[in-house]
């Protein structure tokens, strides 16, 4: 190399580590050390540089930053350690609740003393979770919190997040970082003044405008929309040569030593008592902050005690959100209606005078049951005050009893299914009523639009509309019968076409390949979610295993609880669903899975293989090939080292690919992947 292009080179690294600097300074740290216009300059000489010599720039120049490329879509990823949501605290009741729960926990039944847990307050920024990923000091992915497990790959547009550093000032770091991408007060207000005078549609409150920033398919749009990020907690933390934290508050620390943007706004408490005090003072002082927050997080500042405390299948047992008290708004009860849901459960709405609350516009309210109805004396014609249980679900809160007039009329729940006109019948112990009807289409169409979604079986094609239709012209009485559709069969309804009917014929019968824990949760199991669907095949293998299994050999099964077992059990027990199920087989669909101990046994095809997937594959999804290779015994992750056994390469694959290239990986796509696991 010249000593013209060294000179150069070293210019463009001065640079950049110079406006990385003062983007820490001005983003993280609030303190900037100079004028606009002086950053403007480095920007700017920067730009020139690497537009005159392309081959300097790097994935973390701060020119990276804003793309210009829209995206066709998000591509699904897997997150390293599940992000788990928070179980909520609404009053202080509810924290004291949760002391009680997690000392219990620490002291254990053999132990002579209890291990009394310090605390850590934090403000429970009201925003979008994001994971950060970092290999070797570099952000490599940025993804949405999803189903917990799963989220959107939108590292592009956390890029364009200027208080999102591209490198952390450790190179060496290797870690993943949760934290809450929001928009502050007074951008939120800009961008929807800028919107109103484009007569665009405004955004409800800043955290609909930063959730529906941060997942434009065009990142340009979110580079304009000035989002910034508060990092909260960090997991696989690997700092070659440094002692890895043992405390909450060291992690903070940590993080902001690494470059990462943290809300200083925390306090380490000493006891329950004390985590009152700093959130009754928030309450008082929420709107002096320039950003909205909904609360407050507690958890247990002790990593070890947290490991102690472990996780239900939803959220973590050493943390807890503490709501502020909701909003709440004066309106009138119109009407009250019941719905039904697929399992049959008859549930009464309030239809409202429409009101805004917490910045959206309310007209309808959940009403729960009949007990919640007659416990609040909750009448057609009331004036009430209702509020986001939550801020999220709107709610009856209490009735204005002085401001009847007479002319209100109690509610009687109807003695028959509003849809198919079945019984319907509350049973004892249970506080819903439920239509008795086995063919009620409410029912029926509700468990088939579940059944055909994405997170189930995924039929392409078979959405709400094409349900209600194959319902209404009787083709379809239960999920099996959507395995014996034919084209002829679908060309006779309307907006089918030869080529429409064609396709979901083939979209059918493609789901017939779905995992079986796809097909566990695409039955509608009451209380079985997509994590238990897994645990429950993963554990059993066979669905003829679980239909066979009693209620002791559920509970025994970690994060499946007596209420997940007893549901299972009766599901299984009912002569229609062993009917169903036995219809489901014969029809071809998948009722086995490898167990996890034989998909790693050293006779699995591809037992000690590493694999790394980049781009899009012609047939599989992300997830079903990652399914494929870990069935076979193969490890899916997510960076190409030397040690990578293979990297399956698609469509656009990446800078994993040019990496590949470049350490000798070998380099596959989707049909060698078949050929290698046998598919």
């Not at 000035?226 to 903070?252: C, M, Q, R, W």
């Not at 943290?262 to 008082?284: A, F, G, K, M, P």
């Not at 996890?596 to 293989?609: F, R, T, V, Y």
Request: aromatic content about 6%; proline content about 4%.
């Amino acid at each position: 190399m010249s000593a013209g292009m060294e000179k150069v080179r070293a210019r463009a690294e001065t640079l950049r580590r110079e406006i990385q600097k003062h983007d820490y300074l001005y983003h993280a740290l609030d303190a900037p050390a100079v004028t606009d216009a002086e950053y403007d300059r480095l920007m700017m000489e920067l730009q020139q540089l690497e537009k005159d010599y392309p081959e300097l720039v790097t994935p973390d120049s701060p020119t990276q930053r804003v793309g210009g490329k829209l995206r066709e879509g998000f591509v699904t990823v897997r997150h390293n350690v599940p992000m788990l949501s928070l179980a909520n605290a609404f009053d202080e009741q509810d924290l004291r609740e949760f002391d009680r729960r997690v000392q219990n926990a620490l002291g254990g039944a053999t132990k002579e003393t209890p291990l009394s847990p310090t605390y850590v307050v934090e403000l429970k920024i009201d925003g979008l979770a994001v994971s950060l990923l970092y290999r070797e000091g570099l952000l490599v992915r940025g993804a949405t919190r999803g189903d917990g497990e799963y989220g959107e790959d939108i590292t592009h547009n956390l890029k364009t997040v200027k208080s999102i550093p591209l490198r952390l000032l450790e190179p060496a770091a290797n870690l993943e970082v949760r934290g809450e991408v929001y928009m502050s007060k007074e951008s939120f207000l800009e961008l929807n003044r800028v919107r109103e005078e484009r007569d665009e549609a405004l955004f409800a409150n800043p955290r609909n405008a930063a959730a529906g920033s941060i997942r434009q398919l065009d990142p340009s749009v979110t580079a304009k929309r000035n989002l910034s990020i508060f990092v909260y907690s960090a997991g696989n933390i690997e700092l070659p040569g440094k002692k890895a934290p043992d405390s909450h508050v060291e992690t903070l620390e940590l993080l902001d030593r690494l470059g990462l943007r943290v809300n200083t706004h925390y306090q380490l408490c000493r006891n329950i008592e004390e985590v009152i005090s700093y959130c009754r003072l928030w309450t008082d002082k929420k709107a002096e902050l320039p950003y909205t927050i909904d609360g407050l997080v507690i958890k247990v500042n002790s990593l070890e005690q947290q490991a102690a405390l472990g996780a239900t299948m939803k959220s973590p047992r050493w943390a807890i959100a503490f709501k502020f008290p909701a909003e709440e708004a004066e309106t009138t009860i119109r009407d009250i209606i019941v719905s039904v849901g697929r399992t049959g459960a008859v549930t009464p709405t309030a239809i409202l005078e429409p009101v805004t609350v917490a910045g959206s516009t309310i007209s309808r309210a959940t009403l729960h049951n009949e007990d919640m109805i007659r416990e609040k004396d909750v009448r057609i014609g009331d004036r009430v005050i209702i509020h986001k249980a939550g801020d999220v679900i709107p709610e009856v809160v209490r009735v204005l009893v002085d401001k009847r007039s007479g002319s209100e009329k109690e509610f009687i729940m109807p003695p028959a299914c509003p849809v198919c006109g079945a019984e319907v019948v509350r049973q004892t112990g249970e506080s819903a009523y439920r239509c008795t009807g086995a063919a009620c289409p409410a029912q029926l169409l509700e468990g088939l639009f579940h059944f055909a979604s994405r997170g189930a079986m995924d039929i392409a094609g078979m959405g709400p509309a094409v349900v209600t239709q194959l319902v209404s012209a009787g083709l379809v009485q239960d999920v099996a019968d959507v395995y014996r559709l034919t084209s002829d069969q679908l060309v006779q309804l309307e907006r089918f076409a030869d080529k429409s009917a064609e396709n979901l014929v083939q979209a059918i019968q493609a789901s017939k390949a779905r995992p079986l824990h796809r097909l566990l949760f695409a039955l509608g199991i009451r209380h079985v979610g997509d994590r238990a669907s897994r645990i429950l095949a993963d554990h059993f293998g066979d669905i003829r295993r679980i239909m066979d299994a009693e209620a002791d050999e559920l509970v025994v099964i970690p994060e499946i609880g007596p209420k997940i077992a007893e549901s299972v059990v009766n599901f299984m027990r009912q002569e229609q669903n062993q009917a169903l199920i036995g219809r489901l087989t014969e029809l071809g669909l998948n009722v086995t899975t490898a167990k996890k101990s034989e998909a790693n046994s050293i006779d699995a095809p591809l037992a000690g293989q590493t694999f790394v997937l980049t781009g899009t594959l012609p047939t599989l999804k992300r997830d079903e090939a990652k399914e494929l290779i870990e069935n076979q015994g193969g490890k899916v992750v997510s960076a190409v080292s030397k040690n990578t056994g293979y990297v399956v390469a698609g469509e656009s694959p990446g800078s994993k690919y040019d990496k590949a290239i470049k350490l000798g990986v070998t380099i596959i796509g989707e049909k060698e992947l078949f050929e290698l696991t046998g598919k």
